[in-house]
Structure formats: C-alpha cells, structure tokens
C-alpha cells in the first residue's frame, strides 16, 4: 500500500485552524513537508505559548549533562532563600509535580487591574515571581500528584539561569547559547520585538505577549521550519552538534512518571501516550492570539507542528485534528521534500 504524501495529510489542517493565517509542517522519514496559508510563511513567528516549556525542560536536560544541575537538584539550592517543608526538586517542576499552583498567587487580580484584556502578563516581573514564591503554599508535597503549572515552568527557567551564573532574567540569553543557538534556529527566541504574525483573539488583533515574569513558561516564539528543525533532532538526537545537546535530547524523551487514570506518561514536559504502533509525545500551547501544537513518533520516524495566529477555541479542534493527524503518521516511507503554500 502506497502511503499518502505529507501534503495530502497536512492540507485539511490549514482548514481547521480558522485562524487569519496557519503554518502546519510535518517529517516522515526522509520526507519533509511544510503547508502555509493566509498572510504566513514556513518562516513566520508565532508565539508558542506552553511549547516554550518543552525549550525549557531541553536546557535542563543540556545543563545535567554538563554536570551543572542535576534534576534532584532543590530549587532552592539556586535561589536567594529557603522554600519551607520538603523538598521541591528541578524533577518536580519539570514534570507538574512541585504542588505549585497554576499561577503564582495575586497574579490574576494584578492582570485584572492592569491589562486582562490586553497583556495579562505583562506588568508580573522576575522579582515579583519570587516575592510570589515566597508567600505560596503548596497545594500538594512534591513529587505526589500531577498539577499543571506556569508557574512552576517560569520558575524552572529562572533556576537554570541562575544555576548558570546569572539572574533569572537571562534566561532567554542562556537557551540561545545552549539551545536554540547550536540547533540553528534562526526564527526562535523570546524577544517581542522582532516580527511576528500578528494574533487574534475573537476575531481582533492582539498586541505580542509580554512575560517578563514567567518567560521559561510560555515566551517562546518559533517557526514551522525551526519547530520541524527540532523534531528532526528530537527524532535523530545524534545529528546534534555536541555531546550535552545530544544527551538531553534523548534524556528529555525518556518517561519519569504514569499519570493515574489516564495511561499518560510525563517526560521531561513532553506528554507521553502509548499506541498500537508505538509512543507519541507531544505538547500543545496558547497565548490571547496563537495556538501551537508539536509532537512526534520516535518509533516511526514522523514530527508534526501545527500552529496559527488566533487563540485556542473550546475544546481545541485545532489541536485534536494536529494529534489526530499525527497519529496517522504511524510508518515511515522514503520521500522528497515538499514546500507547498495555498
């Protein structure tokens, strides 16, 4: 049986996403191909929302390999204060176990105050993140239950930059050298101020997300072609330029915890689900403006990226058609490189 092309799998994606504009890109084995519609190209910034935290969990990992950090490491061991009670480890954070809450506390009432409707995250600083940290109290111990967090995914970001010298400010700095810069991704980083495609929230266009605060959370930008450069290295960890970024490809793969009652299993961020033709990992995200989805079968060879410039919409039927379409993925068939725009 003669396997459809990436296009003819890709194309009924760009019709879900309703946005203004979407880019959707996919790898199979040696075939490559990347599908644009409305006013964006293969090379076009999209916020990426919680994605970022997968950039983030990939730097932990590089940092472990060079013996900088070690996942149980404390938190702590890299902040200006003691956290009380047991133990909160880099594992704890990068896996939704550290019992933080979703957000840090007072930071809803500050967005409502200041910008809900506008930048939400834009007035909650590094120094507020802390301040926040200190007054928090773990809804559960660490390491006892699952409990999605943005404000643990910042505070990872701040630790590791910490970690590495410098404030929790540079983080973005750190993720170039370490990530994003080896990988030769051109089109990703955390800067506002570079061209992106403009969001849409209800049909209106939305300023570019600021998160001083909460960066390592949800501050990423990318492109298809960078998003499909790092499921190509997520696939093959050996084509990665040094030793530390090799392992912590492999490493941020590797399954930490089940997830009760659903099957799931946690890596390092990346969501991990089983099926009958092997592991699919995979992660989504979601700013006032864009919605953004990657994932990838390890055994199959095949990486999908999914994103558009207009906020999630109730129950996501973006993101469900992108794992949908990625499961379909499932063998791997020899092919060209495609580059389609309709």
């Known amino acids: 049986m003669t396997e459809a092309p990436l296009t003819a799998r890709l194309q009924p994606l760009l019709t879900v996403a309703r946005g203004p504009g979407a880019a959707v890109a996919a790898v199979r084995g040696a075939e490559r191909a990347v599908l644009c519609s409305g006013p964006v190209g293969e090379g076009t910034r999209f916020e990426t929302g919680s994605l970022t935290k997968t950039f983030t969990a990939l730097l932990l990992a590089e940092m472990a390999a060079r013996g900088e950090v070690r996942s149980t490491d404390r938190a702590d061991l890299y902040l200006p204060f003691r956290l009380p009670g047991p133990p909160l480890t880099l594992l704890h954070l990068a896996t939704h176990t550290s019992g933080l809450p979703r957000l840090p506390p007072g930071m809803l009432t500050r967005a409502v105050r200041s910008g809900w409707l506008s930048n939400p995250y834009a ?9 926040s940290l200190r007054r928090t ?12 967090s943005n404000f643990g995914g910042g505070l990872l970001g701040h630790v ?67 998003l499909l450069s790092v499921l190509a290295a997520l696939l093959d960890p050996d084509t990665a330029p040094n030793p530390a970024l090799r392992t912590a490809l492999a490493e941020v793969q590797r399954p930490r915890l089940s997830v009760p009652r659903t099957g799931s299993r946690l890596c390092l961020i990346w969501n991990l689900r089983p099926g009958p033709g092997g592991a699919l990992l995979h992660h989504s995200g979601g700013t006032r403006g864009f919605t953004a989805f990657a994932g990838f079968l390890p055994g199959s060879g095949a990486g999908l990226v999914a994103l558009t410039n207009t906020a999630p919409t109730p129950l996501a039927p973006f993101i469900q058609s992108a794992y949908g379409t990625l499961r379909g993925l499932e063998s791997t068939a020899p092919g060209k490189v495609w580059t389609a725009r309709v």
């Open 123 to 131: 007035g909650f600083s590094e120094d507020d993140l802390l301040a």
């Open 137 to 148: 109290r773990l809804r559960h111990r660490p390491g006892s239950r699952v409990l999605y």
């Open 160 to 226: 590791l930059a910490r970690a590495a010298g410098g404030t929790g400010g540079d983080y973005p700095a750190l993720l170039a050298e370490r990530v994003t810069g080896p990988l030769g991704l051109a089109d990703t980083d955390c800067d506002p101020n570079r061209p992106q495609a403009t969001g849409h929230w209800h049909g209106r266009p939305r300023p570019a997300l600021l998160m001083p605060g909460l960066t390592a959370a949800g501050a990423v930008r990318s492109s298809a072609r960078d």
